[in-house]
């Protein structure tokens, strides 16, 4: 029942003028969501070119070719997506990058022929794998001081960090073992057999599981941390598998393959195959953007990284490189 007293005219204006307030916070929100000035960027190295390809996410284009040392190989994003670390195994160093100017910032020796890095110890320290050398280098993330050398199997990969910092995996092609590098310590605490020729691997988010290629093998396996052993294994469909990425609710793992030329999708509960998407030769290293839409790869021979949109399976753009594309990271640049 409305009230003898209320003034219907004015109670009309109040909530217009309320309404209208509202819509004018609506713009407000919507660049909340996203901070002025933030840009996703891909970042491609070039192994035969020497440099470093950016490309801005939300249009496609090429907006950079950055010199490096000679062959650029591994990619790493630093936690705050200020600095793109790309390793040069031909140079035994490491180039740091202003991911924002594009510009190399400075290069620090890394230990003989650099290949794949990661951060560790909640950014802190940088992981750098020593092909030659059978080794892991730990650099201090701000100094670029060497703080440790750790030795691991033979032909070491490439290293990926657990999301909860407990565990550095590296992967050894030759040794076909994977060896767990506690993270507090720096110390390997197991080396765990795996098919032949690992190579690319992918922690769960929850840090329970993690994803191996092999490439020989054929297969991708899946390792318990709390067992530390396989748990299971299976073979992708494809030849030479070389990495691997998981989307982000767990359901589907991304499985790059070099011979056969293509990325095809398993079910990670099953293992069963879900898709075959062509993309073509040399198709190696993989990121995923941050909301999980898209999935980028590098496509050596072709000379370019092919952009996958995770919805439909299926590649939307293909975006011209330097020479012999290897690695590829995404920085989420503010």
């Excluded at 040069?88 to 620090?108: F, H, K, Q």
């Excluded at 050398?133 to 730990?138: A, H, P, Q, R």
């Excluded at 990425?245 to 079910?267: C, E, I, K, N, W």
């Amino acid at each position: 029942m409305r009230s003898s007293t209320s003034n219907p005219a004015a109670e009309r204006t109040r909530v217009r003028a309320s309404y209208l307030a509202a819509l004018s916070l609506l713009p407000a929100l919507v660049v909340g969501h996203a901070p002025a000035g933030a840009e996703v960027r891909v970042f491609v190295t070039n192994e035969k070119s020497d440099d470093v390809t950016v490309i801005d996410a939300s249009t496609r284009k090429v907006v950079a070719t950055i010199p490096v040392g000679k062959r650029p190989r591994g990619v790493a994003v630093s936690p705050d997506g200020r600095r793109v670390y790309v390793s040069n195994s031909n140079s035994d160093t490491v180039s740091v990058i202003d991911a924002r100017s594009l510009t190399v910032l400075r290069s620090v020796a890394a230990g003989l022929d650099p290949e794949g890095l990661t951060f560790g110890k909640a950014g802190t320290a940088l992981y750098v794998v020593n092909e030659n050398e059978l080794s892991v280098t730990v650099l201090d993330a701000t100094s670029l001081a060497v703080t440790r050398k750790i030795a691991v199997g033979k032909e070491p990969e490439t290293a990926v960090a657990s999301p909860d910092g407990r565990w550095i995996a590296v992967s050894n092609e030759t040794s076909d073992d994977v060896h767990l590098i506690d993270s507090a310590s720096d110390t390997v605490v197991k080396r765990i057999p795996v098919p032949k020729n690992p190579r690319g691997m992918r922690f769960t988010a929850d840090s329970r599981h993690l994803w191996v290629a092999s490439e020989q093998a054929h297969k991708v396996s899946v390792i318990d941390m709390t067992q530390m052993a396989v748990v299971r294994s299976a073979p992708t469909g494809g030849a030479r598998p070389v990495d691997v990425m998981l989307t982000p609710d767990g359901s589907r793992a991304y499985v790059s393959h070099g011979q056969s030329g293509d990325v095809r999708v398993l079910d990670t509960t099953s293992l069963s195959l879900l898709a075959t998407i062509p993309t073509g030769p040399r198709t190696w290293w993989m990121a995923l953007a941050p909301d999980g839409r898209f999935l980028y790869a590098t496509v050596g021979r072709a000379g370019e990284v092919a952009v996958i949109d995770t919805q439909s399976n299926a590649v939307v753009a293909r975006i011209p490189c330097g020479t012999l594309p290897w690695g590829v990271a995404i920085a989420d640049v503010h």
